[in-house]
Nanobody, 120 residues
Framework: VQLVESGGGLVQAGGSLRLSCAAS????????IAWFRQAPGKEREGVAC????????YYTESVQGRFVISSDNARNTVDLQMNSLKPEDTAVYYC??????????????WGQGTQVTVSS
């Protein structure tokens, strides 16, 4: 099982970044894929997820209207388009595969993370 994130970097507040998660080694269609983030000194937070039992998309309140999660089942990838970025979005972003929703305990497989830094 492998989840590989890409697309992180440094951006000014108000800017955009697109993260991508490439998955392999498991039945992609059977899992929900989520993006989590963890800032220094804070708990890991669910940001957005897609797929799983109901096939829906879910977002944490702080990113609704700014972030969009999408999947390409043919390529086994899940992207996170992040717009109107704020300094408080700064964190390491992780891709994960599991049952669904935004609780870390529901996820079995994790990527190594990619740093997103938003400057003010």
């Amino acid at each position: 099982v492998q989840l590989v994130e890409s697309g992180g970097g440094l951006v000014q507040a108000g800017g955009s970044l697109r993260l991508s998660c490439a998955a392999s080694g498991f039945a992609f269609d059977d899992y929900a894929i989520a993006w989590f983030r963890q800032a220094p000194g804070k708990e890991r937070e669910g940001v957005a997820c897609i797929g799983g039992a109901d096939g829906g998309t879910y977002y944490t309140e702080s990113v609704q209207g700014r972030f969009v999660i999408s999947s390409d089942n043919a390529r086994n990838t899940v992207d996170l388009q992040m717009n109107s970025l704020k300094p408080e979005d700064t964190a390491v972003y992780y891709c994960a595969a599991g049952l669904g929703y935004l609780h870390p305990g529901e996820y079995d497989y994790w990527g190594q993370g990619t740093q997103v830094t938003v400057s003010s």
